[in-house]
């Protein structure tokens, strides 16, 4: 167990729908990523927050948008879905603002998203 | 271009069988080498972080080493257990990059 925690483990939805992707870094890391991973393309980065301040960005779609709260939580909001949005979203947290050399990146369990 | 390139893309060992997987990475300056166990449906968990050359780290079985232009995972007498996808991944030195991963190896170890 990482110590991060994603909500809802499972989500499947229909093509033009949004929903909202929730995840708790570990007790005392300020950084939360997002990362999707397909079959084809691995894992990618989407998007960095470190305490609350958005710091970097992937590929990540205009329809996608993320958010840091003062707790420290984070959620990822995906709208007007596709069928190759289908996909595992991992959160991952670290202590400080660099992934490397201040902190190795955790991962949480992931969300599956399906889109029908 | 990839940065990151693993391989190979699959890897079936019998049990005791030891092996080599291989990440090679071209960035201009390397901050870190991240390598990760992941297994299916979970997310990556993290092994080992490398940052010079000549580096090694070991976990149990596992063994990670990192030259100028690549690292190794050496894995000695695996275990059925240790089948899983190992992913590797580099930051780069300069600005808070993130960090960009390979695509994996999936290990297979036969009882």
């Known amino acids: 167990d990482s110590g991060v925690t994603q909500t809802p483990k499972h989500l499947i939805t229909a093509t033009g729908q949004r929903v909202t992707l929730r995840c708790s870094p570990r007790s005392g890391d300020l950084s939360v990523y997002w990362y999707q991973q397909s079959l084809d393309q691995g894992l990618q980065f989407l998007i960095h927050?470190?305490?609350?301040?958005?710091?970097a960005k992937g590929n990540i779609l205009e329809r996608f948008s993320a958010q840091q709260f003062p707790d420290l939580h984070s959620e990822l909001n995906l709208s007007s879905l596709e069928l190759g949005d289908s996909a595992l979203y991992f959160c991952?947290?670290?202590?400080?603002?660099?992934?490397?050399?201040?902190?190795?990146?955790?991962f949480g369990p992931g969300t599956r998203l399906t889109v029908l | 271009e990839d940065q990151v390139t693993q391989s190979p893309e699959a890897l079936r060992l019998q049990e005791g069988e030891s092996s080599s997987l291989n990440c090679s990475y071209t960035?201009?300056?390397?901050?870190?080498l991240f390598w990760y166990r992941q297994d299916p449906g979970k997310g990556p968990e993290f092994l080992f972080t490398?940052?010079?050359a000549g580096e090694e780290k070991e976990k149990e079985r596992l063994k990670a080493t990192l030259t100028k232009k690549e690292s190794f995972l050496h894995i000695t007498a695996p275990k059925p257990e240790d089948s899983a996808t190992y992913l590797c991944?580099?930051?780069?030195?300069?600005?808070?990059?993130?960090?960009?991963f390979g695509k994996g190896t999936r290990l297979s170890v036969i009882a």
């Open positions: 490398l940052y010079s």
């Open positions: 991952a947290s670290s202590v400080g603002l660099l992934a490397g050399g201040e902190g190795e990146q955790f």
């Open positions: 960035v201009s300056g390397l901050r870190g």
């Open positions: 927050y470190y305490n609350g301040e958005e710091r």
């Open positions: 991944a580099v930051q780069e030195t300069y600005g808070n990059t993130p960090l960009v």
